[in-house]
């Protein structure tokens, strides 16, 4: 195996899913190398691609679907935020993680649709149709969190989204 080919696997065994943008960004390599590389290492079973929510991410072989769905989702400051808060705070109810985070709730809702189709977080109804937030399966989600931390770009993209998403929401009194 080449030098680059070995340097971008590893890259890639550091920094599971990451997209192809970031890797572009991260490495010393035009981008037509890294595509050249990326390829040989897929056709080799040394890399797995992914395509989720609309970026393509490479992982190193040992993760298996959930936990690459779950590395993609955490990428994302906000969806980020709303796991470690369910870590820390334990069960409890959107509006109080919306608050808390002090995100709107629309905001909450679009991550939240993400992380519960991914299986991380559980929505669960009481009789009286009251939604709790809980991690489908803690002991698997934390050690994924500290593998993996949001680039910039994505930081500043889930701002963005935080403020627009703000602005239409309008102050509490509007509502």
Known sequence: MSDTRNQIRAHVQANAGIHFNELVRESEFAPGQIQYHVRRLLDADALVREELYGQTHYYPPQ???WERA????FRRETAREIVVYLIESGPCGPATVADDLGIARSTLEYHL?????????VKEYDERNRVTLTLSNPDR???????VTPTVP???LDRFTRLVDGLLEGPPNSR
């Open 70 to 73: 779950a590395l993609a989702l």
């Open 63 to 65: 993760y298996d679907a």
């Open 113 to 121: 649709d993400h992380l519960v189709e991914r299986d991380i977080v």
């Open 154 to 156: 994505d930081r500043l």
């Open 141 to 147: 989600t934390a050690p994924l969190l500290s593998e």
